[in-house]
């Protein structure tokens, strides 16, 4: 019985599921150990292996959650600050939300992995996030995903029915970001110059009115263009110029690596920044500086100027 082509839908479940990749890989695990040791009691004719993987996996991930606070982004933990020099202290004891590293699974559902969408999902209990999950990503019908959950077709069509509604309410969770749109890829082109230009003007230009710029592990965010553009002249104020960017992509959004300029030469890796482009504009920048993070993404600490050369 093989398990091993599941593995990768199955990491992007568990991460829908608890907001954290490195959990879900550790999920994925225990969820494939499980099925191992389970693999003599499997019924073929009663659920497919996939079916029945997710089973497991769901239950795992319900245990896992039990008792547990939600994921957040600083967004959502309170009003948008107003300083832009305001110290940053970062808050490690709040398990924030993580990005999902594209490149290290081939999983073709990431338009619903979108950060804003996560983290609205963390919201939701447990039991309506699954099965949200189950019935709207994966189409598992209502009678499947009963037979997963321990429950009920008619407590599954009730718990979706919730979750649609909690998740009206998300705002720019339901942006949809697609990072090879060619609109998408000028925007990003553009930004990146700006950035290793240190030219906020360029940068701002770039931004919508409404711009969220926020930065986990540091529970601050900022609201507005204006404000948007203040911290950025502190970070280069701050950090210098002569920037160093790698684009990549996260959670099925365009994203980049920012390596700040060291006094003796080459760069150091800073910060992991995934854009949310609307309207040819970027709408939100969520940066990351865990190095966790940097880890998931397989991201040098350190790089020379000459190995920035990539295609614009």
């Known amino acids: 019985m093989e398990f091993e082509p599941y593995r990768g839908e ?7 599921m608890v907001g954290s990749f490195h959990e879900a890989e550790d999920l994925v695990q ?3 150990l499980r099925a191992w040791k389970a693999r003599d009691r499997y ?14 996996a769901a239950n795992v991930c319900l245990s896992a959650l039990e008792g547990r606070a939600r994921r957040p982004l600083p967004s959502g933990l309170g009003a948008p600050g107003g300083d832009p020099w305001v110290p940053l202290t970062p808050a490690f004891d709040i398990p924030w939300l993580q990005p ?3 490149a290290r699974y081939d999983t073709e559902m990431r338009a619903d992995m ?21 019935r709207e990503v994966l189409e598992f019908s209502a009678a499947e995903v009963a ?23 998300a705002g720019d969770a339901g942006e949809v970001n697609e990072p090879d749109d060619p609109g998408v890829r000028a925007v990003i082109g553009r930004y990146v110059r700006a950035f290793e230009a240190a030219d906020v003007p360029a940068l701002v230009r770039l931004l919508t009115d409404e711009a969220v710029l926020e930065m986990p592990p540091v529970p601050l965010w900022y609201r507005g263009s204006r404000d948007y553009g203040l911290f950025m002249r502190r970070v280069f104020e701050t950090r210098g110029t002569g920037w160093g960017i790698r684009q990549l992509t996260a959670n099925g959004q365009p994203a980049l690596a920012a390596y700040a300029p060291e006094p003796g030469g080459g760069h150091r890796l800073h910060t992991l920044q995934v854009f949310t482009v ?32 990539q295609p614009r």
Do not use: H, K
């Not at 939701?124 to 099965?131: E, I, N, S, T």
């Open 10 to 16: 199955l990491v992007a479940y568990c991460y829908r």
């Open 30 to 32: 225990e969820t494939m």
């Open 43 to 56: 019924d073929r004719t009663r659920a497919s292996v996939r079916t029945w993987l997710y089973r497991i």
């Open 100 to 102: 999902f590293p594209d």
């Open 114 to 134: 979108r950060l804003a969408l996560v983290a609205a999902m963390q919201v939701l209990p447990p039991r309506q996030r699954a099965v949200l999950v189950l």
């Open 147 to 169: 037979v997963q959950l321990g429950t009920t077709v008619t407590a599954v069509n009730s718990a979706l029915q919730r979750a649609r509604g909690a998740l009206a309410d």
């Open 278 to 309: 609307t309207g040819g504009r970027v709408a939100r920048n969520v940066v990351f500086a865990d190095p966790r993070v940097f880890e998931a993404f397989d991201l040098p600490e350190r790089i020379s100027a000459g190995e920035f050369r």
